[in-house]
Every structure is written in structure tokens, then in C-alpha cells.
């Protein structure tokens, strides 16, 4: 089993609609959760960045962590075609350690116009 | 776009051959971290470096090997090249927090 699993999608919506990004982790020693976003043939691009449990929001991203169930999520509002790419979840445990991140293998989103 | 930059962009190497990859990290950076991500998969880390010293790593053979410079730049090597050492190589730059940041990578192929 993976420490980190994320659904690949495909995940296709149209424009303007509310997309939910999901990750699930079994190692209880992460505490610190990011998402990246990927263009095709590009590096990973630091979109959010959350410690512990809670809410944060940029603009039109929400990233949301619960511990307690080992989950986060990541929700763009108000898609639009130029957020079409590969979400990437990652995490990393204490700070004094490697900050080596673990990531999730990815979901490919596709909004159309 | 990050200050990390990566080259080169795109290298072919055949089976068995050695490659040296290169990263200049973000100005303020102080540690550097190598990933490979292979086609449809995520960055896996192979370790990281802080202040010329390596600073933990991942599943990776000891055919895989680094260095820091006293600049914060940092060096990749890979000897004796599989088939499947064929990824994409990612550098990231962090400073005293968790954040890091990837430059756009080396796309490597081994034939």
C-alpha cells in the first residue's frame, strides 16, 4: 500500500464548476500538506501549503486537511481552461527532519471551455 | 516561475553510460532536494542536501549520487544507466521551512 493515494483521474468538468481534488494518507507523522499543480512537461508549481489540521484558502483554492481521518482536499472554484493540469498532493513530516515530500501519483484535470 | 533553474532540458543516454544533471537553487535557499518522476507517476524523492552535506534519502541505489557546492547549486549523478533510470529529474530549493520549490526539470532518456 502506498503512503500517499490519489485518485488519477481523468477528471473532466466544464467551465465555472467546483472541482474537488482528494488525497488519503496512512502515515500518521505528516504534518505538513501541499499542493502542486503540473503542466505537461513542466515542474511541479507550490499552489497551497497547510500545517496540520484546518481550512486555507487563496483566491479560488480552498486546501483542507483532516488528520483525523487522513484525508485532504483541495477545491477550485470557478474553473477555468488555464486550470487544466496535473494536481499533485504531498506531504511531509516533522520539520526537523529531511522535509523529504511524499507524493501522491497525481490526478489530470481537463476543464472545458 | 521559481528562481530554480535545471540543465540541461532534455539529455539521451545510452544503457550503461553515466550522466551528471544540474540544479541552481533559489536565491536564500540553503538546501536542495532531488526527485525522479517517471511518466504518469509522482516525484519520488532520492535525497536532499544542506550545506554540502547530504541530508537523508530515499530508495535509491548508491549508483545515485549528488553534491552541494558551497553556492547551494547541486549536482545529480546516475552511473551505469538503466532503462528505467528513463524519468523526468526534478531539483527543489527550500529554506528553513517546508516549502519547496522544483525548477522544470531534466527529461532524461535512456536508449
Known amino acids: 500500500q502506498k503512503e500517499v493515494e490519489q485518485d488519477p483521474g481523468p477528471l473532466s468538468v466544464p467551465e465555472g464548476a467546483i472541482v474537488s481534488l482528494n488525497c488519503t494518507y496512512s502515515?500518521?507523522?505528516?504534518?505538513?500538506f501541499m499542493w502542486y499543480r503540473q503542466y505537461s512537461r513542466k515542474g511541479p508549481e507550490l499552489l497551497m501549503y497547510?500545517?496540520?489540521?484546518g481550512n486555507k484558502e487563496d483566491g479560488r483554492f480552498t486546501a483542507q486537511v483532516d488528520k483525523s481521518s487522513k484525508y485532504i482536499s483541495l477545491f477550485i472554484r470557478d474553473s477555468q481552461p488555464s486550470d487544466s493540469a496535473t494536481y499533485l498532493c504531498a506531504m511531509s513530516a516533522t520539520y526537523r527532519s529531511a522535509r523529504q515530500l511524499t507524493f501522491g501519483s497525481g490526478t489530470q484535470l481537463t476543464v472545458l471551455p | 516561475e521559481t528562481g530554480v533553474t535545471q540543465s540541461p532540458t532534455h539529455l539521451i543516454k545510452t544503457r550503461g553510460q553515466q550522466v551528471t544533471l544540474r540544479c541552481s537553487s533559489q536565491?536564500?535557499?540553503?538546501?536542495v532536494s532531488w526527485y525522479q518522476q517517471a511518466l504518469g507517476q509522482g516525484p519520488q524523492f532520492i535525497f536532499q542536501y544542506y550545506r554540502e552535506e547530504e541530508n537523508g534519502r530515499g530508495n535509491f541505489p548508491p549508483r545515485f549520487s549528488g553534491l552541494q557546492f558551497p553556492n547551494y547549486s547541486s549536482e545529480l549523478n546516475v552511473n551505469a544507466l538503466e532503462l528505467d533510470d528513463s524519468a523526468l529529474y526534478l531539483c527543489?530549493?527550500?529554506?528553513?521551512?517546508?516549502?519547496?520549490?522544483f525548477g522544470p526539470g531534466t527529461r532524461l532518456t535512456v536508449t
Open positions: 536565491s536564500g535557499h540553503n538546501t
Open positions: 497547510t500545517y496540520s489540521s
Open positions: 527543489a530549493s527550500s529554506s528553513a521551512v517546508a516549502e519547496q520549490y
Open positions: 502515515n500518521s507523522a505528516f504534518q505538513y
